[in-house]
């Protein structure tokens, strides 16, 4: 099967710009997970959607991240303004369902912000 | 919430030695604990989890145990090769946390030819 599909692979922008990453899950997967990584670090959650809707945005900045599933299947992350301490590695990953599955992730995003 | 402490943060044996990395979680509710495996540029890879209800699982040369008691799991890779170097996560999941997993912060292995 195909797998989590991310783009794009690099970015570089700089702060107070804006910048949107892509992500198409696993064809079935009804949960998408969006994950911050910084550099020597395990990913952290930022959001979780079952379907197109969201389960947990609790620790998403919602002043500058936003993020949409639109129709249940591919997912956009966007950061607008973005700052220095955005810079990391944006992971996307898929689960069949919420529950005690291993998630497929994708090849993430790393955003540079200079 | 749930916090996962994942050590060491790099370890490097050698080439058909064995390689041991821990982890301990705080939630007592936790009860699924997968493992992956990140390699440079590559996704990263689920290799084995395991369930509260076992307390040992084995996949060829890699093998995952928990004690429930300590709250703290174990990967334990035998006869490395350097294909195993790599950066490998450990999480703990909760039903109750709706999939939500959380992660230590990783462990570098490097396999010395």
């Known amino acids: 099967e195909a797998g989590v599909a991310q783009s794009p692979r690099y970015k570089i922008i700089e702060k107070r710009q804006s910048v949107a990453f892509w992500c198409n899950p696993i064809s079935g997967h009804a949960t998408l997970y969006w994950y911050q990584q910084i550099l020597g670090q395990g990913p952290k959650l930022l959001i979780q959607?079952?379907?197109?809707?969201?389960?947990?945005d609790s620790q998403l900045p919602k002043d500058r991240f936003s993020a949409e599933r639109l129709k249940g299947v591919d997912s956009t992350l966007k950061i607008q303004p973005a700052k220095l301490e955005d810079s990391a590695v944006y992971l996307c990953?898929?689960?069949?369902?919420?529950?005690?599955?291993?998630?497929?992730f994708g090849s993430g995003t790393r955003l540079t912000v200079v | 919430g749930e916090n996962v402490e994942q050590h060491p943060s790099t370890l490097s044996v050698q080439e058909g030695d064995s390689a041991v990395i821990k982890c301990t979680y705080s939630d007592s509710a936790s009860n699924y604990f997968p493992w992956y495996k990140q390699e440079l540029g590559k996704g990263s890879q689920l290799i084995i989890d395991i369930r509260s209800n076992v307390g040992e699982k084995k996949d060829q040369r890699i093998a995952v145990t928990l004690n429930k008691t300590a709250k703290h799991f174990s990967l334990h890779i035998t006869e490395t090769q350097p294909e195993d170097s790599a950066v490998y996560f450990c999480?703990?999941?909760?039903?109750?946390?709706?999939?939500?997993?959380?992660f230590g912060d990783g462990t570098t292995l490097t396999v010395k030819p």
């Open positions: 999480a703990a999941r909760a039903d109750t946390n709706a999939g939500k997993s959380t």
């Open positions: 990953a898929s689960s069949p369902r919420s529950g005690d599955y291993g998630y497929t």
């Open positions: 959607f079952q379907n197109n809707g969201v389960v947990d």
